[in-house]
């Protein structure tokens, strides 16, 4: 695709993300089937300037050559990673995004800025990505520049926003990105026009990897618990989509809680997390689980009324720093200053 005309490419955006955590309202976290939708919002924006600058939270980065690119522990290593990733020539533009998510709250923040970032820089670049590529491409630059081990429905929730059931089936092994099978995305919104989900954060931050490198080394390598532990976990997926689209919110309760069980088992919740999802149930909640990796992060419960005072208060008064309801959002979009 030619590049943009220069008066359509200042402040192309990909931004407006609604994101999801590896299991956010999802009924169960599995190989092959996600149904989570998506709380808050991401924003990266490009406009011309006369060098490369980078902007988050307030401070600036400046990219003068290749070796700026090396990652420095610093909020701007995400830029720099995509940056590294698209071979670009030198750039003269002001990059700047942001998010509304707490840091490293198991709400899949990274991976959004990730896909705004990534999305708004092929477009500046008048490469259009539609979905598909876009959730693949982002995923690989997590894992293989950011040296992220986790899933792949981050970064395809965060690109497709909604609420979704999502396939990945065959892509249990890492390959190149022009290798990579594609996910089957369902979009589920049309058929449940209220989300009956609260997502309570721990306001233990954590990151992702520490919890899943493990458990995909194990599965890797064949442990039985894990192996059937997932295997379960698929099926609980596919009776969860059932159960959310019947609205059979005691059913889908109970799939909530065995797929906490076993995530709990296999070593993969924690402390505060165990503290939420006991307050959750205790104060009427008809399932809760792990809404992340766990060891921190965000946990989710099931509270299909309207009126969910009972519940809130409950998380907070055991330790949750912020309590969200969920509403479905769209994904990805590229906007021009001034509209879409």
């Known amino acids: 695709m030619p590049p943009l005309p220069e008066g359509e490419r200042d402040g192309v955006r ?32 490009v406009r011309v ?25 610093d909020y701007f290593d995400l830029a720099r990673a995509i940056l590294d990733y698209m071979h670009l020539p030198p750039l003269a533009c002001h990059v700047r995004y942001e998010s509304e998510i707490p840091v490293r709250s198991g ?65 249990q092994f890492y390959r190149d990105v022009e290798a990579e099978l594609f996910a089957t995305i369902e979009p589920l919104a049309p058929y449940v026009p209220e989300l ?19 458990l995909r080394e194990r599965w890797l390598e064949g442990d039985a618990a894990v192996v059937e532990g997932y295997n379960r976990i698929t099926e609980l ?13 005691p059913l889908l309760g109970r799939l909530m809680n065995e797929n906490h069980a076993i995530q709990r088992d296999l070593g993969g919740s924690g402390e505060s997390n ?7 149930l205790e104060a009427g909640a008809l399932g809760a689980k792990l809404a992340g990796a766990g060891d921190g992060g ?13 519940l809130e208060e409950a998380l907070r008064q055991a ?12 994904g990805a979009m590229v906007e021009k200053d001034g509209g879409k």
Request: with cysteine; proline share 7%; net charge positive.
């Open 14 to 45: 990909g931004g407006s993300l609604s994101t999801d955590e590896s299991t956010l309202p999802l009924p169960l976290p599995a190989r092959e089937g996600r149904i989570p939708p998506l709380p808050e919002r991401e924003r990266a924006g």
């Open 49 to 73: 300037v006369p060098d490369l600058i980078l902007e988050t939270g307030g401070q600036e980065c400046r990219i003068a050559s290749r070796d700026d690119l090396r990652p420095r522990g």
């Open 107 to 171: 709400m899949s923040g990274s991976t959004a800025l990730v896909v705004a970032l990534l999305q708004a820089l092929s477009a500046w670049q008048g490469e259009r990505l539609h979905a598909y590529q876009l959730a693949e491409r982002a995923r690989y630059i997590e894992l293989n520049y950011c040296k992220v081990v986790c899933g792949y429905q981050d970064a395809y929730m965060c690109t497709f926003g909604g609420l979704n059931y999502m396939d990945f089936r065959g892509k």
């Open 196 to 214: 009956p989900f609260v997502l309570g954060f721990t306001g233990v931050q954590h990151a992702s990897s520490a919890v899943h490198k493990p």
């Open 237 to 249: 997926a596919r009776m969860g989509k059932k159960a959310l689209l019947v609205a059979d919110w």
């Open 274 to 280: 165990e503290r939420l999802i006991a307050a959750a």
């Open 298 to 310: 965000t946990i989710i419960a099931l509270w299909p009324w309207p009126d969910s005072t009972r």
């Open 319 to 330: 330790g949750a720093s912020a309590v969200y309801r969920l509403q479905v959002a769209p």
